[in-house]
C-alpha cells in the first residue's frame, strides 16, 4: 500500500431534507461527536449541513467496521483533526501508523471529507476546497465577479483570466479558489488567510506561498456534477474540488488532474441524503 492513500467522499445534498430526518441526524451527532455540539436549528439548512457533513468520519469507520467505542477523534491547536484507535486492537509496531488524518468541507449542496491514514504528523496535512461554479450575487456578470474575487488573486493569476470566454474564466478562477482553499485547510490556517499570499501557476505546475514554493504539495483536482431538487425542478450544479496533501520536503509539487468518473472511482465516492439516512441506524454501533 502507497504511504498515506487518500479517500475522499462526497456528500450530495441532492433534495430537500426534512424535519424527521434533521432530528435523526441531529440525535445521532449529538450521542456519537462529543467534541462539538450544535444548536437545534431544524429549519436552518446550514445547521443540517454542519449536522449531516460532522456525520461523515462516523460513516468512514462503519465501512471499516470499527465500533464507535473503539476510537476517538483528536485535534491539535490549528483545528486539525485525527482519529487514534484504541490501541489494545492494534499491533504496537502498527499503532503509530494506524492514524487517519481528515478534514471536512461544504460548499452549498455539496459536502466532503477528505482521509488519509499513518503517522500523526503526516496525516493532519491533509485539506479539501470545494467552490460551486457560480456567481455571487446571481446575476452578476463573470467579468464582474472575478473582479470583486480579485483581492485573492495574484498578478499573474490575473492574467491567467484575462481574454477569455467567460466560461473559461469561471472555470479558471474556481480552479485558483478550490487550490488556495484546499492549502489554506491543510495547514489549518483561519479564516481571514490573505488568499494573495499564495500563487498557482497551472499551466507550469507550480506554486508558492509568500514567495516559496510549496515543494512536496500533491494537489488532486476533479470537477462534482450535481442534480438538485429545488422543489419540482431538478438543477444542475457544478462544483470544483481540490485535495491537498503534504507528502514531505523530498517530494516534488505534483497537480493530479482527473477528468472522467472512472478516473475518480479508486479514491472517491459519491453518496447522497437517502444513503446517509438509510445508514444511520448501523452508525451508533
Given at each position: 500500500?502507497?504511504?498515506?492513500?487518500?479517500?475522499?467522499?462526497?456528500?450530495?445534498?441532492?433534495?430537500?431534507?426534512?424535519?424527521?430526518?434533521?432530528?435523526?441526524?441531529?440525535?445521532?451527532?449529538?450521542?456519537?461527536?462529543?467534541?462539538?455540539?450544535?444548536?437545534?436549528?431544524?429549519?436552518?439548512?446550514?445547521?443540517?449541513?454542519?449536522?449531516?457533513?460532522?456525520?461523515?468520519?462516523?460513516?468512514?469507520?462503519?465501512?471499516?467496521?470499527?465500533?464507535?467505542?473503539?476510537?476517538?477523534?483528536?485535534?491539535?491547536?490549528?483545528?486539525?483533526?485525527?482519529?487514534?484507535?484504541?490501541?489494545?486492537?492494534?499491533?504496537?509496531?502498527?499503532?503509530?501508523?494506524?492514524?487517519?488524518?481528515?478534514?471536512?468541507?461544504?460548499?452549498?449542496?455539496?459536502?466532503?471529507?477528505?482521509?488519509?491514514?499513518?503517522?500523526?504528523?503526516?496525516?493532519?496535512?491533509?485539506?479539501?476546497?470545494?467552490?460551486?461554479?457560480?456567481?455571487?450575487?446571481?446575476?452578476?456578470?463573470?467579468?464582474?465577479?472575478?473582479?470583486?474575487?480579485?483581492?485573492?488573486?495574484?498578478?499573474?493569476?490575473l492574467r491567467s483570466l484575462e481574454n477569455q470566454s467567460e466560461g473559461v474564466m469561471?472555470?479558471?478562477?474556481?480552479?485558483?479558489?478550490?487550490?488556495?482553499?484546499?492549502?489554506?485547510?491543510?495547514?489549518?490556517?483561519?479564516?481571514?488567510?490573505?488568499?494573495?499570499?499564495?500563487?498557482?501557476?497551472?499551466?507550469?505546475?507550480?506554486?508558492?506561498?509568500?514567495?516559496?514554493?510549496?515543494?512536496?504539495?500533491?494537489?488532486?483536482?476533479?470537477?462534482a456534477n450535481l442534480g438538485v431538487a429545488r422543489g419540482p425542478q431538478l438543477v444542475?450544479?457544478?462544483?470544483?474540488?481540490?485535495?491537498?496533501?503534504?507528502?514531505?520536503?523530498?517530494?516534488?509539487?505534483?497537480?493530479?488532474?482527473?477528468?472522467?468518473?472512472?478516473?475518480?472511482?479508486?479514491?472517491?465516492?459519491?453518496?447522497?441524503?437517502?444513503?446517509?439516512?438509510?445508514?444511520?441506524?448501523?452508525?451508533?454501533?
Open positions: 500500500m502507497a504511504e498515506c492513500p487518500i479517500l475522499v467522499w462526497m456528500l450530495s445534498l441532492n433534495r430537500e431534507y426534512t424535519v424527521a430526518e434533521y432530528d435523526q441526524c441531529f440525535k445521532l451527532v449529538e450521542e456519537c461527536i462529543k467534541y462539538t455540539s450544535f444548536p437545534y436549528q431544524p429549519r436552518n439548512v446550514d445547521s443540517f449541513r454542519k449536522i449531516i457533513t460532522a456525520m461523515l468520519p462516523l460513516l468512514m469507520m462503519r465501512h471499516r467496521r470499527i465500533p464507535r467505542a473503539k476510537w476517538k477523534d483528536c485535534s491539535n491547536s490549528q483545528g486539525k483533526h485525527w482519529i487514534e484507535q484504541s490501541e489494545e486492537d492494534i499491533p504496537p509496531e502498527k499503532f503509530n501508523h494506524s492514524m487517519i488524518g481528515y478534514h471536512l468541507a461544504i460548499s452549498n449542496s455539496l459536502c466532503g471529507m477528505a482521509m488519509t491514514q499513518g503517522e500523526r504528523q503526516k496525516v493532519v496535512n491533509i485539506g479539501l476546497g470545494i467552490v460551486q461554479y457560480t456567481v455571487e450575487p446571481r446575476g452578476t456578470s463573470v467579468a464582474t465577479y472575478v473582479e470583486s474575487m480579485s483581492h485573492k488573486l495574484t498578478a499573474l493569476e469561471l472555470r479558471r478562477l474556481c480552479i485558483l479558489l478550490a487550490l488556495k482553499d484546499s492549502y489554506i485547510r491543510a495547514i489549518g490556517q483561519p479564516i481571514g488567510f490573505d488568499y494573495a499570499r499564495l500563487e498557482f501557476d497551472v499551466s507550469n505546475s507550480q506554486a508558492t506561498g509568500d514567495g516559496t514554493p510549496l515543494a512536496g504539495w500533491e494537489f488532486r483536482v476533479f470537477t444542475q450544479e457544478q462544483y470544483e474540488c481540490v485535495c491537498a496533501f503534504y507528502r514531505g520536503p523530498s517530494s516534488d509539487i505534483k497537480f493530479v488532474w482527473h477528468q472522467t468518473p472512472r478516473e475518480l472511482e479508486s479514491w472517491v465516492q459519491f453518496i447522497n441524503i437517502d444513503q446517509m439516512i438509510k445508514v444511520i441506524p448501523k452508525l451508533t454501533a
